[in-house]
């Protein structure tokens, strides 16, 4: 992969860190609960880890499965899957409700599993993972998959730590200066920001194969 590709996967990672469904405004209502810095901190490494995993599974597949006369199949599939869910999520008057306060690590992990999937967080990743040439002439191998998977591996951990460090640093700011009543008075609906992206994404996608 090219620095611009890990700049994008680091850019979107960004991105997901920002929107306060992805784990953030849950880590900064722990902390605000339990009056506790810590508390905050020890949410996010588990909304990480649960994040890495949906995004991980999608972007293994994408690049262990993918052959040169598959790509381009795959990338109208994916691009249609990124516009019917970002349009599903533009029109949808439904909203994913918080859980319950007192979560485990593990339950933390599982709820963010859940929400980055729901969100589409994987999804997100497909134009730049099928715009990648296949590693190596033998990708579509069955017997090069664990070795093709690694490329989407490494792009999920970067992406991830983007968003870790980007969820940490928009947390411990509203937990100590702006507090979580500063968001009923400037709130943004970052899903429709979202929702649009993930069409956008699909259309650049569609386009692209």
Do not use: C
């Amino acid at each position: 992969m090219t620095v611009a590709t890990w700049a994008t996967l680091a850019a979107l990672g960004a991105f997901h860190g920002l929107n306060p469904a992805m784990g953030w405004l849950f880590a900064v209502a722990r902390g605000l609960q339990e009056r506790s810095r810590s508390a905050l901190l020890r949410a996010l490494p588990p909304i990480a880890a649960g994040h890495l995993a949906s995004v991980a599974i999608v972007a293994a597949l994408v690049t262990s499965t993918r052959s040169v006369t598959a790509s381009t199949a795959l990338a109208v599939v994916g691009g249609v899957l990124l516009v019917g869910f970002g349009l599903w999520r533009l029109l949808s008057e439904r909203h994913f409700r918080w859980a319950g306060m007192r979560l485990s690590a593990a339950q933390l992990a599982g709820w963010s599993f859940l929400m980055s999937s729901a969100h589409g967080a994987g999804l997100m990743l497909l134009p730049v993972l099928v715009a990648e040439p296949p590693a190596g002439g033998h990708s579509g191998h069955l017997a090069a998959a664990p070795v093709g998977a690694l490329p989407g591996l490494a792009a999920a951990g970067v992406h991830t730590v983007a968003m870790f460090g980007t969820a940490l640093v928009v947390a411990v700011l509203v937990y100590e200066v702006l507090g979580v009543g500063v968001l009923r008075k400037a709130w943004f609906n970052v899903d429709r920001l979202w929702a649009g992206v993930l069409v956008a994404a699909g259309l650049v996608t569609l386009i692209r194969a």
